[in-house]
């Protein structure tokens, strides 16, 4: 059982450059969430889904966007990377949103230059 | 919405018991979650209070009191290994659809 499943692991990036970040989760969670963790600042909710084709902002969405497709996969883009996205990335899943368990991935570190 | 408050810094020894706090402010009250981060790694779950009183898994335990907005995360024997980051996290928002969570607290376990 892999549980939450990010990929890439690390990856540098230019400014003005994009990219997305997948997450995959193999315990038909409803709930998805997208979070980034800067020192000091612990975990901002960037976006969340509360099941297949929907999606939400959070705390701090600006410069993202996501997508929830099918219900095991949660992507989360950047379409014009820049320095201040440079963070540590971390997706969630859980089976009754805030109510019970978040399982997470492995994170993402993801550097603007 | 919501917000976590908790102190920033803990350091406790080897075999003593430590009490992390945590005051929630939020619009909406569905329970209280704590989670552990070791430097490097993913958060994990330790426990979940959804009513008033005290939740004991091993030599963890965690307490919440709703009439006060408050709860606690109590860990005792301590470890060397239980050096990390933790978490209180409650949902928010309509419903509780959101998961939101304090800054940490960084606990450091000295000989």
């Known amino acids: 059982n892999a549980g939450v499943t990010q990929t890439p692991k690390f990856r540098v990036l230019k400014t003005g450059q994009s990219m997305t970040l997948l997450c995959a989760q193999d315990m038909n969670h409803e709930y998805m969430y997208w979070y980034r963790q800067d020192p000091g600042m612990g975990l901002r909710l960037i976006h969340y889904s509360v099941g297949e084709g929907t999606t939400a902002k959070g705390e701090v969405p600006d410069g993202y966007n996501v997508s929830r497709l099918k219900k095991q996969n949660f992507l989360l883009g950047l379409e014009s990377a820049a320095p201040s996205q440079t963070s540590v990335y971390f997706c969630?899943?859980?089976?009754?949103?805030?109510?019970?368990?978040?399982?997470f991935g492995q994170g993402t570190r993801l550097t603007v230059v | 919405g919501q917000s976590l408050e908790q102190p920033s810094e803990v350091t406790a020894v080897e075999g003593a018991i430590v009490q992390i706090n945590c005051t929630y402010q939020t619009s909406g009250f569905y329970g209280l979650s704590w989670y552990q981060q070791h430097d490097g790694g993913a958060p994990t779950f330790l426990s979940y209070n959804a009513l008033d009183g005290l939740e004991e898994t091993g030599r963890f335990s965690s307490f919440l009191s709703r009439s006060d907005s408050y709860g606690y995360l109590l860990l005792q024997e301590l470890q060397m290994k239980d050096s990390a980051s933790y978490f209180c996290?409650?949902?928010?928002?309509?419903?509780?659809?959101?998961?939101?969570f304090g800054k940490g607290t960084k606990l450091s376990v000295i000989p």
């Open positions: 996290a409650g949902p928010g928002g309509a419903g509780s659809y959101q998961l939101t």
């Open positions: 969630a899943s859980s089976e009754d949103g805030g109510n019970t368990e978040a399982f």
